[in-house]
């Protein structure tokens, strides 16, 4: 994408039937809603209108009737946003004179801001109500997008918005949604956004999504539990049944601060909107939907039946963990920073039955970037993490499980460390690890388990207290994907320490990271140009 304000996007395979919104077969009243006068000037309970009464209800229904009509331009932006990437929308809605309301959404951002916009078409392999219950339930919203939503909570709006589906009959669902989204690195802010989501049905088999910040709704409340910095401009999904899958159209419209990321190794993925684009929530979506369809390839232990469902759950309770650790403002009644320079080292505050023991829990991290293909550096972290997480291992550890994604982009395994020198010993080491990758970043997660924690996972037993990911996302630095000449790396360890003071935590890991930078380094072939945090 040359411009950020610009929108583009990729038509689906299949566009057998298009859709023309400016047909009368739409039930949309070409009018703004309006409530009934005799109920307007005539409270049923007052024998006599009462003057300030009448007042008050009419500045509520022209409070309501404005955010009515905010709601509909945002519709009728997102799909004259599809119509113009020529996607298989043809016509846009006729929804009356709201071309005042519609017209706010194009305007120029204030100075500082700038305005990112893409659109991105595919088929999906899930039901348009299983799509549909997903998006609009935040919490699986948040679950399924987790490498992009850092943080998701939503309740039922306030005021005159919580009135918008009476008002409007086509809005079949409305929540109030607090989001962040962040990249794999603390070396880029989060973008926090406050907004309202509609769920409209357009016609049988055809809905619509629908994202605006609630900032455009001057009476509505300001109930935003983060610091918004960020605006949602209409943005959204819109679902058409295609068989048994859906066909979507993604929509990213979003107005952010231009100086947000200070120049650094991140930069040019940020300013090129490629780290937050309508393409990579979509690719994200798709991995997630192979993921959670993956399958045993090698099973050397006794499990039930439910252990594929565990394992998941584990491995994106890890996932979310490690993305939680390397965010760029880490959870403070979790963790300490101890330092914060070239190499980030926190401290874990809520480990007080460890710390009586003697030992604390740390985690180092740092981000880089490498002339080196990513394929490259993957296939080296991926053979070489066991010794890694384990470098007193003298021999291989065994697989005892792996579960993988009908194309191997996802792979679960669990390594069981062999202890050779006692036959006897019922008690092994284990090493959880996910590998996987959506086109966009490559990571690879992984914990050490013992073996109670590992016997209790298959019971569904409750363990992710148990869990110290450490791991390595992977970024191209590129548009070549895993060809890429060059990637971006940040890396995070945990490890126990016993030792009196922060110095000599600090000091040790950051020996480790930067033992584990310079083995990444010296594996490459070429070491022409490499970044650390700058």
Known sequence: MEDSDQCSGTKAADNTRELDLGLSSLDIS?????????????????????????????????KLQEANNISKAAYKEIMAMALEANTWVVGTPALGAIEEFQQMFKTLPPPGMRVECSVETAIVPIAPENLISVLMDVDRWGSTLSRIAHFGSSHLPTGVLQQLSRADETITKIVMVNAEFQLPTPLVPTRKFCFLRCLRKIVEDIWAIVDVSNDYFHHG????????????RPSGVIIRRHDEYSEVIWLENVEVNEHQVQENIYSSIVNSNLAFCAKRCVRTLLQKLKRNNSRFLNLRMPVDQQARAYLL????????????????????????ILSDGEVRVLKDVTMNHVETQGS????????????????LVVQFLLKNNIKLQWPSLLEEPEE??????????????????????NDFTKNHDYLLQE?????????????????????????????????????????????AGLQSDSCLVTIAMQQELAVLESGQAIQSMNFIINDIVEEIYEAMPTRLLSSRIT
């Open 30 to 62: 070409s009018e703004p809603a309006k409530l009934p006068t005799s109920k307007l000037l005539h409270p049923v309970q007052a024998p006599m209108a009462n003057h300030t009464d009448s007042n008050s209800v009419e500045s509520k229904f022209l």
């Open 221 to 232: 409340p300001s109930d935003s539990k983060l610091e918004v910095k960020c605006q949602r």
């Open 313 to 336: 759950n584990l491995t994106e309770y890890m996932e979310k963990n490690f993305l939680e650790c390397i965010n760029e403002a880490p959870n403070r009644r979790k963790w300490d």
């Open 360 to 375: 604390s829990n740390y985690i180092a991290l740092t981000s880089f970037r490498i002339q080196a293909k990513p394929f």
């Open 400 to 421: 005892v499980i792996k579960l993988a994604s009908e194309d191997y982009n996802n792979c679960i395994t669990l390594h069981k460390n062999v202890d050779l020198h």
């Open 435 to 479: 590998a996987s990758w959506d086109e966009f970043c490559y990571f690879i997660i992984s914990s050490p388990m013992t073996q109670a924690a590992t016997d209790a996972l298959f019971v569904g037993g409750c363990i992710y207290d148990h869990l110290k990911p450490s791991g390595f996302a992977i970024l191209p630095d590129g548009s």
